[in-house]
């Protein structure tokens, strides 16, 4: 299976910072990685789409770059409600699967 | 705007079968563009595929589960359902049901709110 790994695990931010999460694929997946955000007890929510194209109604603030097998997720001027936990996806190959998670924890 | 929602018993006995139903409003299972999924999230631990069906009932499942899992459409009742055979405390999770967009390069847009099944006597 193609593996998906996240880092950090965890971080403490700030309102207003800029928060950086990496994701890095254990083989090439050119731009066929999605983000998710997830709250507790909540249903994972697609941020953005195939590496960098942000879904519909999410604020712009969230930005997505990277492909073959290194990506990024960032957050910029962090608000209160972006404090949750944010998965990487791939969808190149079956099975799909998603990374480990990293919490973003208000410091 | 699309919704989805499980349905389906939150106790299931250890070697019996778990058995989930997932009901899609504001939009049709038939639609020829989207595949239905099903996914899963154990306690603390990371999202995991179990797989996806087209409307025409073709099927793609997770290998670490293929020979326990059967995914089938009603498109009449605008339905699809999950079978999880012969399960263990593992299988105790969240289970979500989500539509699988392949017009951009296949991410799970549209989520179910989630079921919690647990494996117990």
């Known amino acids: 299976d193609l593996q998906m790994t996240q880092s950090p695990s965890s971080l403490s931010a700030s309102v207003g910072d800029r928060v950086t999460i990496t994701c890095r694929a254990s083989?090439?997946?050119?731009?066929?990685l999605h983000w998710y955000q997830q709250k507790p007890g909540k249903a994972p929510k697609l941020l953005i789409y195939a590496a960098s194209s942000l879904q519909s109604g999410v604020p712009s603030r969230f930005s997505g770059s990277g492909s073959g097998t290194d990506f990024t997720l960032t957050i910029s001027n962090l608000q209160p409600e972006d404090f949750a936990t944010y998965y990487c996806q791939q969808s190149y190959s079956t099975p799909r699967t998603f990374g480990q998670g990293t919490k973003v924890e208000i410091k | 705007q699309v919704q989805l929602q499980e349905s389906g018993p939150g106790l299931v006995k250890p070697s019996e079968t778990l058995s989930l139903t997932c009901t899609v409003s504001g939009g049709s299972v038939s639609s020829g563009s989207y595949y239905w999924s099903w996914i899963r999230q154990p306690p603390g631990k990371r999202l995991e595929w179990i797989g996806y069906i087209y409307y025409s009932g073709s099927t793609n499942y997770n290998p670490s589960l293929k020979s326990r899992v059967t995914i089938s459409v009603d498109t009449s009742k605008n339905q699809f359902s999950l079978k999880l055979s012969s399960v263990t405390a593992a299988d105790t999770a969240v289970y979500y049901c989500?539509?699988?967009?392949?017009?951009?390069?296949?991410?799970?847009?549209?989520w179910g709110q989630g079921t919690l099944v647990t494996v117990s006597s």
């Open positions: 989500a539509r699988l967009n392949p017009l951009t390069m296949d991410p799970f847009d549209y």
């Open positions: 083989q090439s997946i050119t731009n066929y």
